[in-house]
């Protein structure tokens, strides 16, 4: 019998109240509430893309800007991926995808090593996406990687349209980490000749 791989995570800061509940092998569903429409969005269609169920909930300072609310909730999936994962006995470890968004190609790579690396090679061109500072999507994966101990490597090979890139990134993490956390049925143990991950 599987052990369900889940987790719940909270976070308290002077600049935001989270709540976040993951489960790796779900089905896709989400109920979001971050108070940022945009990664509302992105996060939702992570959940969907990765089959993950996932919730969250965040009380920030928005009225500051987006910046607080968007890096420490990528703190908490990352904490939340490595709680549900427990010791990684059985899993793929390692996944990636090259994913089209209409003009856009997106490549995410990633290994669920125990070590945190992030190479985000993907400019967005303009400044923002509605309301949404575009940068805060790196800062996002950068947040999320650090805490999750992943090499994390995003490549925009191209791509015109800034909503298009991130959603691609967005999409592509998610089925990189997918596969990534899938069990393999021949990977009986921790996949590394450390014996630890």
């Not at 989270?18 to 092998?25: V, W």
């Not at 993950?52 to 500051?64: A, E, I, K, P, R």
């Not at 309301?131 to 947040?143: G, K, M, N, V």
Request: charged fraction near 20%; hydrophobic fraction near 40%.
């Amino acid at each position: 019998m599987t052990t369900l791989r889940s987790a719940v995570i909270g976070r308290q800061t002077a600049e935001t109240k989270i709540s976040l509940e993951l489960n790796i092998d779900g089905s896709g569903s989400s109920q979001i509430s971050t108070g940022v429409g945009f990664l509302d969005h992105m996060l939702t269609l992570f959940a969907k893309h990765g089959l993950f169920d996932l919730q969250v909930t965040c009380d920030g300072d928005t009225q500051v800007d987006a910046h607080h609310t968007t890096e420490d909730i990528g703190i908490c999936l990352g904490q939340a991926f490595v709680q549900a994962l427990g010791d990684k006995r059985g899993i793929t470890r390692y996944g990636h995808m090259v994913l089209p968004m209409e003009e856009t190609l997106v490549t995410v790579a990633v290994d669920l090593s125990g070590r945190n690396y992030v190479v985000f090679n993907a400019p967005i061109a303009s400044p923002k996406i509605g309301e949404f500072d575009s940068e805060l999507i790196e800062d996002f994966w950068y947040a999320f990687a650090s805490n999750a101990l992943c090499n994390f490597h995003v490549l925009l090979h191209y791509g015109r349209n800034s909503h298009h890139v991130a959603e691609g990134i967005f999409k592509a993490s998610a089925r990189a980490l997918r596969i990534a956390t899938t069990l393999d049925s021949r990977q009986t143990d921790i996949p590394s000749t450390k014996g630890t991950l």
